[in-house]
């Protein structure tokens, strides 16, 4: 057997190649200790039972050799060595054993602990059939810190220099209270100690004629390490750590690392590179690269490639829980403000006072939210809603731009108006040259559009334009322009000013003044018209024989400066209301692209289903 180490300094002796555990003789005989209760289940080489120790008064799992392979020497053997082995690895993982004998028939029987749970195969199986039961009782960080428990202990059984050698799925079993246990520990290897001939394992598939030359196959097609399929009496611990892989692997995709087909496809897979990447080869699972790295490292083809050791997967295994129970963590915070955040928006719902400080809150919550867990659906849904529906009360903020944006309007308008006011007296040489009737009519005209550049000087050059001075100005403008229906007819020149002077006005003052513009530059034309149909101002316009004539009062009207006049007023006030439109639309351009931009910052900012609950082109 070869040279082995006292079992009571095992933890304390250095790794030197040798097992730490001691195989003792059987014993030779039994008393009536175990009654019978109930037959667990029965296998190739033995039957388990649960039975009574009436010395203990507890219910114990009784392992029995089968009475027709008890005088097999090899059998026996194997039978004993998987007792002694299981029963000398006091581990918490393992289920302990509590006594080794033989009946009265002379077959071996051990005892040991009664367990219940349930298997990772049964477990997986139940998740990949969408059990709703399963998914909610058995979610992933359960079955990655029992993963880690595993790991732990097969670690455990490496540093007592025993290899399991069939770690798989079926021999991982989940109790209800947090127990994990590692089973079958039938085709375990004590280091150092040669393999008995005949070896293998009550779950064998089926040998392919194409590896008859290597012997009986030793584990399971599919969780075996490369290595083992050649010889599994010359692998070490690395052979275990493939297992674990493949396990971790299957635990994070629902599907096995090599395709369950035939024995021969299963050899050639398990020789062969594989992706063993679980985030490739089930994307949607999510399993995150800390797990991809640990699984493709745990399968490396070579076992010198490969995970140091068991100890280093549970390592890996548990970074990445520690940093998952931190999200957990993070997630429930997340909840907590997304909840507040719909609490908000209720009270939003309900209108009163308020509203804006509700809004305000919600906002804040949503943020606070998403900076924890930038996937809560629960804040996203709510920031939709939120930025979907404009509050009905204007923030202060909010008004305060409106007024800066007003303010700024106005001295830009009030700019134009110092310019174009005074302009108007490009037009003085050509009233001369037409020649001059009523003096007073030209003085009053352009007194007027002087006083009003003198008016849209000061509200440009003001930090905060007078509201006052805006509607005075445009008071006197009006009446400058209703002083030229003199120059012709109410019906000629003075309608397209006034037209050209009402639009600028209204499209700059505040919405509440809309009306005053109205009614002014409406009476600047109707009271000079009136004036004349009522005979207290002499008509301009009179009609005979089907015919129009017009009579100007203020002016002269010589042929070629009156068509100069007329042409020159009308192409002004073209250019003028070009000028100022395209302005306004300039300005309205610009806006709307900056609302757009602040659209596309905000949906860049936050997730991805957010971006994708706004985005127009979606």
Known sequence: MGETLDVVNASTVVDTGQAAVQLVPPPTATDERYHLVGTLGKGGVGVVSVHLDRRIGRRVALKQLRPSLAREEQTRARFLREAQVQGQLEHPAVVPVYDLGVDADGAPFFTMKTIQGVTVREILEELRAGDGVAQRKYTRHR??????????????????????????????????????????????????????????????????????????????????????????????????????????????????LHPRTSALELIASNRSEVEARPSV???????????????????????????????????????????????????????????????????????????????????????????????????????????????????WEVQFEIDKGFRRDSRWIGGVGA????????????????????????????????????????????????????????????????CCSRFGTPLILAPTALAVNAAAYAIFLPRRFRPMVAITSSLAFVVPLALELTGVLPRTLTFENGGMSLHARALEMPEWPTLALVSFASVAAILICVFVVGHIRDRLAEAERRMYLYTWHLREFVPPAARQATDPTA
């Not at 007194?447 to 001075?469: M, W």
């Open 419 to 482: 310019v174009i006011y005074p302009g108007v007296l490009a037009f003085l040489p050509v009233m001369l040259w037409m020649g001059v009737r009523q003096p007073f009519v030209i003085a009053a005209f352009f007194g007027l559009l002087g006083f009003c550049a003198v008016l849209s000087l000061l509200v440009s050059r003001s930090k905060i334009p007078p509201l006052g001075a805006i509607l005075a100005s445009m008071v006197a403008s009006s009446t400058a322009f209703a």
């Open 143 to 256: 079955l990655l810190t029992a993963f880690a428990g595993v790991c732990l202990a097969i670690d455990f059984a490496h540093q007592r220099g025993i290899l399991h050698r069939d770690l798989k799925p079926e021999n991982l079993m989940l109790g209800d209270f947090g127990e994990v246990y590692v089973l079958d520990w039938g085709l375990a290897k004590i280091r150092g100690t040669p393999d008995e001939p005949g070896l293998t394992t009550a779950h064998d598939t089926p040998q392919p004629a194409a590896v008859t030359n290597v012997g009986a196959l030793l584990g399971t097609l599919g969780y075996m390490a490369p290595e083992q399929l050649v010889d599994a009496s010359a692998v070490n611990a690395s052979a275990d750590v493939y297992a674990l892989g493949a396990i971790l692997f299957e635990i994070l995709t629902l599907e096995p």
């Open 281 to 395: 080869r089930t994307p949607a699972r999510d399993a995150g690269p800390e797990l991809d790295r640990a699984c493709v490292e745990a399968t490396a083809l070579e076992p010198a490639t490969r995970t140091a050791s068991a100890r280093k997967l549970h390592d890996a295994v548990q970074r990445y829980l520690e940093g998952e129970r931190d999200l957990e963590v993070r997630r429930e915070k997340a909840s907590v403000h997304a909840q507040a955040a719909a609490a908000a928006v209720r009270a939003l719902a309900a209108g009163g006072e308020g509203s804006l400080d509700a809004r305000r809150q919600a906002m804040q919550e949503i943020g606070r939210a998403l900076a924890l867990d930038p996937g809560n659906t629960g804040a996203i849904a709510t920031m939709v809603a939120l930025l979907t529906e404009p509050p009905a009360e204007t923030p």
